[in-house]
């Protein structure tokens, strides 16, 4: 495909600059288009790259500024709150809180050339054909190129535009929040991740050597909130209903919690489990934009990297851009939806709600923990082989 291709992409998060780093090695070079003002480096809970991801950060030449500014673990401990082990897995994660994850790609994006357009909120997109598409914004002005690529996220404005009929994200059930605490009097975990199951409840934490500890909490929530609802809650809502939810665990969850540094960040935990059409002409939804899993099994930013790195291939190695497109939603749909109802599965098995499901959970878990990482290496093992030819 010609070098001359010119290519929109639509989201700063982490699928955005990892794909404009991806089309700067194949010589397009692509405008990242950015609703928010300016960078959010302080946004964000924590959240690991796997191995699949880690591969992918490799290819782009960003794996060392990202590892720079996270944690490396090697291992997930499984316990009750009594401290009952269920065992041990490999893990070897990129703990990372997400503002510098995004600021580690957005970082290499700018140093590779990569140019960034803040404050470019998208209100609408017009198709002209198979190979041009304008993009409009709400401060009046508009782009047109011969691709757009959406990486705007789970509330992508770009599928609610473009693919209006398609299904939402749909409420897990679960919320999330998480922090930063200190002088808890924890060891160090040693590179090792707790995962604990709480009566109520699930609490995860890791200890780094100087004693921060980087936690997060996973809990019931039987009705959807509102958009943006948990996110206004203040500190003091949240310890609340922190302190109740793991009121009947051993206290040194509830002492983390306690000693938080920075302010909790909680929010819904939405899936985005399939959705009919990624592809309409000049356009592609990529990223949590196409499918978006639950945190549960730490997929979201390695499938965002791998999406990146496909869709860079696809470009490259295809005729036209509409069969790059359609070539890209063939080679990530099937393993995308498998990995978005594995997240959902994970998550189920967090905080059962009743007694029934805590045994189930209870009698299962060991089990699948003795598999080692046999019964995940599909997902944590993929490898792209970014040299090798896309065929149509």
Known sequence: MTKSLGVIIIGNGVAGPATALALKMIGIDATIYEAYPGPGDAVGTFLGITPNGQDVLRTLGAYESVLADGYQTNEFHFATTTGKSYGTVPANTITIQRGHLTRALREKALDAGVKIEWNKRLCDVQILDDDNVIAKFEDGSEVAANVLIACDGIHSQVRNTVFPGSP???????????????DTGLPSSGGQIEMVFGKKAFFSYLVKPNGDVFWFANLNESTQPARGELEAKGNEWWHRRLKDAFADDQPF???IIDKSQTPIIGY???????IPEWQKGPICLIGDAAHAPSPSAGQGASMALEDSLVMAQCLRDLPNAKAALAKFVELR???????VEQSRRNGSRKTPTNAFGRFIRDLLLPIFLKQGGDATKWMYDYHIDFASKVKG
Not at 268 to 274: H, K, N, R, S, V
């Open 168 to 182: 939402h994200p749909a409420f897990t059930g679960l919320l999330s929040c998480s922090a930063y605490s200190r």
């Open 253 to 255: 969850i509830s002492d």
């Open 268 to 274: 819904p935990i939405y899936d985005l489990a399939t």
């Open 333 to 339: 749909k099937e393993r995308a939806e498998k990995i």
